[in-house]
């Protein structure tokens, strides 16, 4: 297969995931059921944190729509969640792939993001890192294809710019990143509206880089911060994530130690083997029972994803601004290594869709589970009471978010909920009103 032909191939895998995931709901995993309840009872974007709101506007704006046209299903409404959270980050992929075709080192790079910084972070997908890496990555792509006197070009940039400005406090080190690489691209340009626009993008992205400066300080001892930073370097728990970085590290390694290892077999064979494994990685558990693929380690591993992500655009930007590489770069460049590299990592991405697949269908088959009880059930239903922490319904449990999943699914919200036993003091809501019992008057699972 040519570059191209992996770009397209892959594009079309991610958005045949995308229509399967939203088909699932899985929009309603974890947080996801706690906001959809929030749109529909108060009506109105559930932006309560200001650093993201410009990612949760737009990928909230169509359950709103739908439910001001009169929309009360609530598995439509959250099919509605679903396709909006993964149609922009799938769209600015599929930017990404199409723009870098042509040049097999970077498409390697971008097929590296995709494997290993989306598909093992996505199963939280109402994250609005999801959104906020996408583009970042969409972003650096244009800017090392332009030839930097497109106005089209730079008026995209300015657009992803006021996107990413209020989304994700990982744009402190990704927001000057891509600035510079915006500045870098139109340095040749004597287009005054391309550099106006250029100026205003990386503008936009310093914005960004202060923004969440400044929300990282203001929330730096909020109990939730300081909970996510104890557990950022328990990224390994999520074996998605680290089987292909572990291939990553060895290539890197290895290829930088000694380029000529990259043009032998080295790197089909390491790749390969990782492939094979994360391919397979959902049936570990039947030989080790411990070894599970656990859909909340996807927000646990968020942030080693986003420093891999930069990692990734850096090589990009030297792999085009050096004209006297080091030799590991030279090697890189070369046709034999360069498509074989897009080949293999296209294999990785394709064998990352596996265990997402999997868990998709696993977590259908939870929805149905609690659908059952809910509507059987009248009352508070204890959690404790029920077979939802059995396998496999352990791996979609969030205890405060119990509520609001038992209300979405229900044919007659408000007739039973299903609610764990705990304080919402050892494990809040980032949001109170995220853990109180919703209404959805009105609403129901019609299916």
Known sequence: MSPVA???????????????????????????????????DHGHFHDFYAARAHVDWVTQAPVLLLARWGIRDTQMLGMAQSAALFALPTAFYHLALMRVRRDPVLLAAVLAIVAAVYLPTSFFIIGEYNVAFACITAVMAIALTTDGRSRWDAAMLLAFGLLCLRSYEAMIYLGPLVAGAILWSTRRTDDRVTRLLGALAALAFVGAAVVSAVTIVDYWDHPHFMKVRSTSVDFWQNMQFSIPLAGFVICAIAGVR??????????????????LLLSLSPWWRLVHGPSILYPPAHYVA????????????????????????????????????????????????VAGAIPDIVLTRLWSGYIERLR???????????????PLHDWPNKLFFQDWSYPALSAV??????????????????????EPSCGLLPKLKGYGWRS
């Open 6 to 40: 992996v770009a397209r191939g892959v594009a079309i895998v991610l958005w045949a995931l995308a229509v399967h995931n939203t088909l699932a709901c899985r929009g309603l995993f974890w947080d996801g059921a706690s906001f959809l309840v929030n749109l529909l």
């Open 258 to 275: 000694r380029p000529a290892w990259l043009q032998g077999r080295g790197p089909l064979v390491v790749l390969g083997f990782i492939a």
């Open 302 to 349: 968020r942030q080693a994803a986003g420093m891999l992500l930069a990692a990734l655009l850096v090589g990009m930007w030297l792999h085009v601004a050096l004209r006297d590489p080091p030799r590991v770069f030279a090697v890189m460049r070369q046709p034999d290594v360069a498509r074989r590299m897009v080949l293999l990592l296209g294999a990785l991405t």
């Open 372 to 386: 059952v009880v809910v509507d059987g059930s009248k009352g508070v239903v204890r959690a404790e009471t029920l």
């Open 409 to 430: 699914v229900s044919r007659a919200p408000g007739q039973s909920y299903v609610v764990s036993d705990q304080d919402y003091l050892s494990n809040p809501p980032f």
